[in-house]
């Protein structure tokens, strides 16, 4: 896994939740990569936002999947098709969504085909660790 990591970045939010979120990105970035698995996180801060990203070099989306894939109990039948079932109940993406929305925070999506994905979180940050809502 590769990874570039920002410094000194605070947003609010609860702890547990939000490791929840950064654990399903990556989960799914490794259940739906090929066989070398090529993941990379990098959090940065820009305009006043925290950016996480969790980019795969995995399996991709069609503009279909892509449509769906934050509705409760989504499967595609390409992630099913895949060597072996893919385990899951399709809860995890839609778990993050509701969790990122309930911390104020965006959700994007870039997918090719065969080529990967890369899901961008954004939340917006406080000036230091030290302040409370």
Known sequence: MNKSIEDDIYIYGDRGCLK??????????????????????????KDNKAHLSVADTGIGMNKKD??????????????????????GSGLGLSIAKEIVFD???????????NMGSTFTI???ICKNSGESI
């Open 20 to 45: 929840e979120v950064i654990r399903i990105f990556l989960d799914n970035a490794k259940k739906y990569s090929k066989d070398e698995i090529n993941i990379t996180v990098n959090l940065s801060k």
């Open 66 to 87: 892509l449509e769906n894939i934050f509705d409760r109990f989504y499967r595609s039948d390409k992630s099913r098709a895949r060597s072996g079932e893919v385990s």
């Open 103 to 113: 911390h104020m925070g965006e959700i994007s999506v870039k997918t090719k085909e």
């Open 122 to 124: 954004t939340f917006p």
